[in-house]
């Protein structure tokens, strides 16, 4: 088939009839080109979305875990060279009772009629390596001591409240004593009697 063209008129076929020309892309109208911006747009958005979605349930995660952990309390000691000072005055002994302990000169009557200097309590019972934390106020112008070498605990007691933290090193049942001198108006008598300045540690493995 021919076509025959004519200066000014459309190329005609053999027949006469105007011949097709090649049909190229169509350009896009102002409303598919609206359309197509924003479906893309919308993409992006939901991604961008979802992003912050997954960042906040991280971040939700973290902070519950980091209120979980917190929900523990931890009794904080700072050592001294006498024992160790804790935080709080006053806490739970492995049995689950408070211990407060005072110390103070001539304020205990022995078998002999007189006032003897002596310690609130006297008797402790504790596990092999868990420290134990006694609040202990001295009343005395004079610094005492729990001393049991046996179990290896050597706790000077100075004057004033303080708290000290007791640990055995071995079980057992081991008598402590205050090793610094002290009843003087008795001879150190309650030095050397459990009860007053003397008394035992019973330790479990």
Known sequence: MSGTLTPGSPPTSDNGTPARATAGPRPLSDQEQFDTAVDRNGRIVLLVLAGIGVFAALVMS????????????????????SGSVAATPSVLSPSGRLISLSVAGSNKRGPDGKMHDSFSKTNFAVKVGQPVHLP?????????SITA?????NITVRPGLHTYTLVATKAGRFEWVCVIPCDSDANGWAMTHPGYMAGYITASA
């Open 62 to 81: 973290t902070l519950a875990l980091v209120l979980a952990s917190q929900s523990h309390t931890t009794t904080m000691t700072m050592p001294t060279a």
């Open 136 to 144: 202990i106020d001295n009343r005395d112008g004079s610094p005492h």
């Open 149 to 153: 070498a046996g179990t290896g605990v």
